[in-house]
């Protein structure tokens, strides 16, 4: 009996010694399942383009589709991190996001405040607040249709060296002055003989053309958007 006393005894001095350590190691345990879980859990929802976070709090589906406000995001990505896109498109080189934007849970809440943000035909601009902006951020993007998106793309291939909206026309050696509509139309504004007037003939009617538009979508586009476009002006470096 007495020898049975004691090894209980030592038996309780012995596991009041160890089962501190072995709940200290569940725990580390728990902490670390829970890190790999998550980890994996990330890798397969989503690290878009080497920066994208899609915690998948947010929806990107619906069914088999994805959702629009998944596509703009997934786009904007590939638009400022992806060399084969900028390979294509060049004009897109040094752009980049803001720390909010790299995330979809934010990305996916701002961008349904926006206005028109689930209309057809109406797509993300990041130019019209800020002139010549690189930057994608819940600061200087909007929702805009895209007849007024198209107003601000810029053909910088086919320019050469004569400002935007002048080209040469080497049979008469005059510079002619065209400005894009849109859906393939384009306005002649006239032969000038030099490259200067000619941009000026561009700008005037540009502006003009901005405005008009600008005025078609009032009360429909954001007044900030409405207001940009009111004030936008053509310049040499464009």
């Known amino acids: 009996i007495k020898c049975s006393a004691t090894l ?8 009041e010694n160890v089962s501190p350590s072995i709940g200290l190691w569940i725990t580390a345990t728990k902490a670390l399942l829970t890190f790999l879980f998550r ?33 703009t995001w997934q786009g904007m990505l590939e638009r400022c991190f992806s060399a084969a896109y900028q390979s294509k498109y060049p004009t897109y080189i040094g752009c980049k996001l803001s720390e909010n934007f790299k995330h979809y849970s934010y990305f996916y809440d701002w961008y349904n405040q926006q206005t028109g943000c689930n209309t057809n035909g109406w797509e993300l601009d990041k130019d019209i607040l800020s002139l010549d902006c690189k930057l994608y951020s819940e600061d200087t993007c909007v929702i805009v249709p895209k007849e007024i998106n198209s107003l601000f793309t810029k053909r910088e291939n086919g320019r050469g ?16 002055a065209t ?18 007037n000619a941009f000026l003939a561009y700008k ?22 409405y207001w940009s476009l009111m004030k936008y002006e053509v310049k040499l470096t464009d």
Not at 179 to 195: A, M, N, V
Request: net charge positive.
């Open 39 to 71: 980890g994996e859990r990330m890798r397969k929802r989503g690290i878009v383009y080497g920066v994208g976070i899609n915690d998948g709090s947010r929806p990107s589906t619906e069914g088999k589709k994805k959702l629009k406000v998944y596509n």
């Open 8 to 15: 209980n005894a030592d038996w309780d001095s012995l596991w």
């Open 204 to 225: 005037e009617f540009k502006e003009s053309y901005i405005k008009q538009i600008a005025e078609k979508w009032l009360g429909k586009v954001s007044d900030k958007v």
């Open 161 to 176: 060296d004569y400002p935007i909206g002048v080209s040469l026309k080497a049979e008469t050696g005059r510079y002619s």
């Open 179 to 196: 400005c894009s509509k849109g859906k393939g139309k384009l306005e002649y504004l006239g032969y000038y003989d030099d490259p200067h």
